[in-house]
T-cell receptor, first 113, second 113 residues
Framework: DADVTQTPRNRITKTGKRIMLECSQT?????MYWYRQDPGLGLRLIYY???????NKGEISDGYSVSRQAQAKFSLSLESAIPNQTALYFC????????????FGPGTRLLVL | GDSVTQMEGPVTLSEEAFLTINCTYT??????LFWYVQYPGEGLQLLLK?????DKGSNKGFEATYRKETTSFHLEKGSVQVSDSAVYFC????????????FGSGTRLQVQP
């Protein structure tokens, strides 16, 4: 089984709808991250969390919110989706022992019409 | 702010050709440097890393050397295979703060038989 899973893998929604992307990990890591990937722009940080009570904004947090329900779960919400939020979204985790390496989920492809 | 610049793709090579993907960085501190690889339909995987100047990271025949004097971390492979076709991301992380990755825009590699 994969260490970092994301659901759904693909989603089509309409402008104005609320949508939640979920991330679960079995690595026992405290640190979790949400990135979005756009063509030609690489990955950009949306939110990150160092533990259940510590959540921080990244460079592009506007229009997004997150919830860290447990150490293993970190959800990303789009309160009112807009077309320029169409992107590939990745969740990642990082542990304490290897402080440099992040482990990525398979991604969620989101299309906002 | 911190940034990573990669050569634009796509890079198209024949099997067994030599590969170089250029990466330069700008950082306010002393970053660790990474190459991540994204195969079609998958999340990112760590390919190699280097944590201090003059370190060489290597994995699966790929190499990159941390050059502080030229702020570079170029990826090389002596003989590429069709299975190396993927998108390659150069990234950095600083030793302080949120320790989230800063990515380059990615370089698509296509290897033809």
């Amino acid at each position: 089984d994969a260490d970092v899973t994301q659901t759904p893998r693909n989603r089509i929604t309409k402008t104005g709808k609320r949508i939640m992307l979920e991330c679960s990990q079995t690595k026992g890591h405290d640190r979790m991250y949400w990135y979005r990937q756009d063509p030609g722009l690489g990955l950009r940080l949306i939110y990150y969390s160092f533990d259940v009570k510590d959540i921080n904004k990244g460079e592009i947090s506007d229009g997004y919110s997150v919830s860290r329900q447990a150490q293993a779960k970190f959800s990303l919400s789009l309160e009112s989706a807009i077309p320029n939020q169409t992107a590939l979204y990745f969740c990642a985790t990082r542990g304490d022992r290897d402080r440099e390496t992040q482990y990525f989920g398979p991604g969620t492809r989101l299309l906002v019409l | 702010g911190d940034s990573v610049t990669q050569m634009e793709g796509p890079v198209t090579l024949s099997e067994e050709a030599f590969l170089t993907i250029n990466c330069t960085y700008t950082a306010t501190g002393y970053p660790s440097l990474f190459w991540y690889v994204q195969y079609p339909g998958e999340g990112l995987q760590l390919l190699l890393k280097a944590t201090k100047a003059d370190d060489k990271g290597s994995n699966k025949g790929f190499e990159a050397t941390y050059r502080k004097e030229t702020t570079s971390f170029h990826l090389e492979k002596g003989s590429v295979q069709v299975s190396d076709s993927a998108v390659y991301f150069c990234a950095l992380i600083l030793d302080t703060g949120r320790r989230a990755l800063t990515f380059g825009s990615g370089t698509r590699l296509q290897v033809q038989p």
